[in-house]
């Protein structure tokens, strides 16, 4: 599949139950990973202690708005995407990384 073929799909509280049961079939067959957004990335080179002060300093000041999970095979092969969509985030007044809301703006305007 390529990725311009992914299905992407929205999950929020009215269609939850639904998307993790489809998520749960494909998990056989699939592994999981996840795209988070940081206010401070870590370098791959940075130390244990480093990479725990940036993920704490993320956690501690970010309110998640959106979590994305694809799973895939071992072959790369994508098995399907989805957007769990948080509705308490004020873009107005909560911290947040700015390249990740554009993405998330984008998603929803022509998702």
Do not use: C
């Not at 509280?13 to 993790?20: A, D, G, H, T, V």
């Amino acid at each position: 599949m390529e990725l311009s073929e992914v299905q992407i799909w929205d999950v929020w509280m009215s269609n939850f139950r639904n998307e993790m049961a489809r998520i749960d079939s494909r998990l056989g067959t699939y592994n999981m990973i996840e795209f988070p957004g940081f206010l401070r990335n870590t370098p791959w080179e940075a130390s244990e202690e480093a990479r725990y002060r940036d993920l704490k300093f993320n956690v501690d000041r970010l309110k998640p708005i959106q979590l994305g999970l694809t799973v895939f095979n071992n072959e790369g092969r994508i098995g399907g995407s989805w957007q769990f969509n948080f509705n308490d985030f004020d873009v107005t007044t909560d911290l947040q990384v700015g390249a990740s809301i554009r993405l998330i703006a984008v998603s929803l305007h022509f998702g």
